[in-house]
């Protein structure tokens, strides 16, 4: 008897999900169902084509639903939206071009994504604005471009998708600015390492506009502004919101499938859903994170493409699980990056582990060999079982790869003291002998094995702020470096100097001791501490310091 197999959607889950269905059963009969044009597409690719970089409309389309369904044999509905499910009978209802008709299945796929989140701003409904998400949308927006040549765009939500489309408006020649509710951009990523972003941006000409929402859009004699929450408007000749989205869940809702507390589809491992022979994958699921083990919402490719194959492989009757997420994604603008995985400092303390973190800045390659880029790094940990549970870091070249590492580390539920083992490539035009992961395994796991006396950049500017008299600021750089930049109230004695002054520094005071990225701050302190001062390392040295007053 031939399976019948159904995927409502298409890109990420959906499209996976009938591929990996056919390559379990050659015998299966699949339907691909797809409300829009497009079925196979590269969607994180649209905002790179709008800037001109990817200049081949073409290269984004992976497949037509021509050559999809020759290649798996499968039949494929371009404009039809499925608006039913009669679970009973195990039958869709769909609907193309006002035309009703119903599709039987055995094994049913949604992967019908997620439906963008509209802020609630006056006015918006009855203007022009645009969004990002589709191959339609990407044209609309490259044809406003074209026939009204705008001169100032206004970009609402400072998200991945804001940031992508803020750099490719800039290579347009559009003045562009962007508006973020929240205090910074990249809000899922720490702060400190975002700022590598946000400063790129800002020298690049982006007006960044943050903690201001958008009230209202105004259209006056045929020109449009949008007015924030402190009075300030900004004119917009072309208007992009990019405020997120959420789970498509309507069609579910209406079949009586069970929806999970964040408003996204339950699934189990194998991607089944509460009702037999219906699977679900992609942004329109709950996703078990795999550090805190309860559901999250994660709209990503990367996982999209791994539910739909579990999904699709299920339903063709094959045994496959998807073990849950971490949350590994990373944006760029020009040449800065940052990237992320697993936990923020703030999401960890938020599901109950007692975490810490540390700072490390080193160079992506051998620091003698030329041209090398600094990358920044934020490793946060559970002080109880030493377990890594996430990291974000921000450069130039390398920060993908020191992430992709971390994120590994984390799903195989390794220690901070791990990364003090771990092997890297090296030599010197790819890496260091210690590799920045090293150097973070061996900061971390001091701070854990209370050898380290370190303190993070926020811990000593509170502490500054409020008794700086009663205090001791010490900059172990070298006199040119001090020259250059220094804290205030600090006394410069150079580390290879430090032994010989100790007679100078008072006993009674706490000492704070920084360098420019931490580890000759190490150092002194140990030094300190051993001759019986009370030291601290100011973690990430100066340049963290610098990081947090900037925020």
Same mark, same amino acid.
């Given at each position: 008897? #031939?399976?019948?197999?159904?995927?409502?959607?298409?890109?990420? @889950?959906?499209?996976?999900?009938? @591929?990996?269905?056919?390559?379990?059963?050659?015998?299966?009969?699949?339907?691909?169902?797809?409300?829009?044009?497009?079925?196979?597409?590269?969607?994180?690719?649209?905002?790179? $084509?709008?800037?001109?970089?990817?200049?081949?409309?073409?290269?984004?389309?992976? $497949? +037509?639903?021509?050559?999809?369904?020759?290649r =798996?044999?499968?039949?494929?509905?371009?404009?039809?939206?499925?608006?039913?499910?009669?679970?009973?009978?195990?039958? /869709?209802? +769909?609907? *193309?071009?006002? %035309?009703a008709?119903?599709?039987?299945?055995?094994?049913?796929?949604?992967?019908?994504?997620?439906?963008?989140?509209?802020?609630?701003?006056?006015?918006?409904?009855?203007?022009?604005? =645009?969004?990002?998400?589709?191959v339609?949308?990407?044209?609309?927006?490259?044809?406003?471009?074209?026939?009204?040549?705008?001169?100032?765009?206004?970009?609402?939500?400072?998200? !991945?998708?804001?940031?992508? +489309?803020?750099?490719?408006?800039?290579?347009?020649?559009l003045?562009?600015?962007?508006?973020?509710?929240?205090?910074?951009?990249?809000?899922?990523?720490?702060?400190?390492?975002?700022?590598?972003?946000?400063? #790129?941006?800002?020298?690049?000409?982006i007006?960044?506009v943050?903690?201001?929402?958008? #009230?209202?859009?105004?259209?006056?004699?045929?020109?449009?502004?949008?007015?924030?929450?402190?009075?300030?408007?900004?004119?917009?000749?072309?208007?992009?919101?990019?405020t997120?989205?959420?789970?498509?869940?309507?069609?579910?809702?209406?079949?009586?499938?069970?929806?999970?507390?964040?408003?996204? /589809?339950?699934?189990?491992?194998?991607?089944?859903?509460?009702?037999?022979?219906? !699977?679900?994958?992609?942004?329109?699921?709950?996703?078990?994170?795999?550090?805190?083990?309860?559901?999250?919402?994660?709209?990503? @490719?990367?996982?999209?493409?791994?539910?739909?194959?579990?999904?699709?492989?299920? @339903?063709?009757?094959?045994?496959?699980?998807?073990?849950?997420?971490?949350?590994?994604?990373?944006?760029?603008?020009?040449?800065?990056?940052?990237?992320?995985t697993?936990?923020?400092?703030?999401?960890?303390?938020?599901?109950? =582990?007692?975490?810490?973190?540390?700072?490390?800045?080193?160079?992506? $390659?051998?620091?003698?060999?030329?041209?090398?880029?600094?990358?920044?790094?934020?490793?946060?940990?559970?002080?109880?079982?030493?377990?890594?549970?996430?990291?974000?870091?921000?450069?130039?070249?390398?920060?993908?790869?020191?992430?992709?590492?971390?994120?590994?580390?984390?799903?195989?539920g390794?220690?901070?003291t791990?990364? %003090?083992?771990? %092997?890297?490539?090296?030599?010197?035009?790819?890496?260091?002998?210690?590799?920045?992961i090293?150097? *973070?395994?061996?900061?971390?796991?001091?701070?854990?094995?209370?050898?380290?006396?370190?303190?993070?950049?926020?811990?000593f500017?509170?502490?500054?702020?409020?008794?700086?008299?009663?205090?001791k600021?010490?900059?172990?750089? +070298?006199?040119?470096?001090?020259?250059?930049?220094?804290?205030?109230?600090?006394?410069?004695?150079?580390?290879?100097?430090?032994?010989?002054?100790?007679?100078?520094?008072?006993?009674?005071?706490?000492?704070?001791?920084?360098?420019?990225?931490?580890?000759?701050?190490? /150092?002194?302190?140990?030094?300190?501490?051993?001759?019986?001062?009370?030291?601290?390392?100011?973690?990430?040295?100066? %340049?963290?310091?610098?990081?947090?007053?900037?925020?």
């Amino acid at each position: 008897m #031939t399976n019948k197999i159904v995927v409502v959607g298409g890109v990420a @889950a959906g499209a996976t999900a009938a @591929a990996k269905a056919r390559r379990t059963d050659e015998n299966a009969e699949i339907t691909l169902i797809e409300k829009g044009n497009y079925i196979s597409y590269a969607n994180c690719g649209l905002p790179y $084509h709008v800037g001109g970089i990817i200049t081949e409309r073409d290269k984004l389309l992976l $497949h +037509t639903p021509e050559s999809f369904g020759q290649r =798996f044999n499968a039949k494929v509905l371009i404009n039809t939206e499925a608006v039913e499910i009669d679970t009973e009978k195990k039958r /869709i209802k +769909t609907l *193309s071009h006002g %035309e009703a008709n119903n599709i039987d299945y055995d094994k049913l796929i949604l992967a019908n994504g997620a439906t963008p989140i509209i802020p609630p701003v006056k006015g918006l409904d009855q203007s022009e604005f =645009f969004m990002l998400r589709t191959v339609t949308q990407m044209d609309d927006i490259i044809e406003k471009i074209k026939a009204n040549n705008p001169k100032k765009a206004v970009i609402i939500g400072g998200g !991945y998708i804001g940031v992508e +489309t803020a750099e490719a408006l800039k290579n347009c020649n559009l003045d562009v600015t962007v508006i973020e509710a929240l205090p910074y951009i990249l809000p899922g990523f720490e702060p400190e390492a975002a700022l590598k972003i946000a400063e #790129t941006m800002k020298t690049s000409g982006i007006n960044i506009v943050t903690g201001k929402k958008a #009230t209202e859009c105004i259209n006056n004699n045929g020109r449009q502004f949008i007015k924030l929450d402190d009075g300030t408007e900004f004119e917009a000749d072309l208007l992009i919101v990019s405020t997120g989205v959420k789970p498509d869940i309507k069609l579910a809702e209406t079949a009586g499938i069970e929806i999970g507390e964040l408003g996204g /589809i339950k699934v189990n491992e194998k991607m089944e859903t509460s009702i037999q022979d219906i !699977y679900a994958a992609g942004d329109v699921v709950e996703k078990k994170n795999i550090i805190t083990g309860k559901n999250c919402l994660l709209p990503l @490719a990367v996982p999209a493409n791994k539910e739909g194959r579990a999904a699709g492989c299920n @339903a063709a009757g094959g045994q496959l699980e998807f073990n849950g997420v971490i949350g590994t994604s990373v944006v760029s603008f020009e040449d800065a990056c940052v990237a992320r995985t697993g936990l923020t400092y703030e999401g960890a303390k938020h599901h109950g =582990f007692n975490p810490d973190f540390i700072y490390v800045e080193n160079s992506d $390659h051998a620091e003698y060999y030329p041209n090398g880029n600094f990358i920044f790094l934020k490793l946060i940990f559970d002080k109880d079982s030493g377990k890594i549970l996430g990291a974000s870091a921000s450069g130039t070249t390398g920060v993908t790869r020191r992430i992709d590492v971390i994120s590994t580390a984390i799903y195989a539920g390794l220690k901070v003291t791990d990364l %003090e083992h771990l %092997e890297f490539c090296y030599s010197p035009p790819h890496g260091s002998a210690k590799d920045i992961i090293n150097m *973070s395994g061996y900061v971390a796991s001091n701070e854990l094995r209370k050898t380290g006396y370190g303190v993070s950049p926020q811990e000593f500017l509170e502490i500054y702020n409020n008794k700086h008299e009663s205090i001791k600021i010490l900059d172990v750089r +070298t006199p040119a470096e001090y020259r250059q930049y220094h804290h205030e109230n600090s006394e410069n004695i150079p580390l290879q100097n430090l032994r010989d002054n100790l007679k100078n520094l008072d006993k009674t005071k706490v000492i704070y001791v920084y360098c420019a990225m931490g580890f000759r701050g190490y /150092i002194a302190a140990k030094i300190l501490r051993y001759y019986g001062f009370k030291a601290y390392n100011i973690l990430g040295g100066f %340049e963290a310091v610098k990081r947090f007053k900037k925020l």
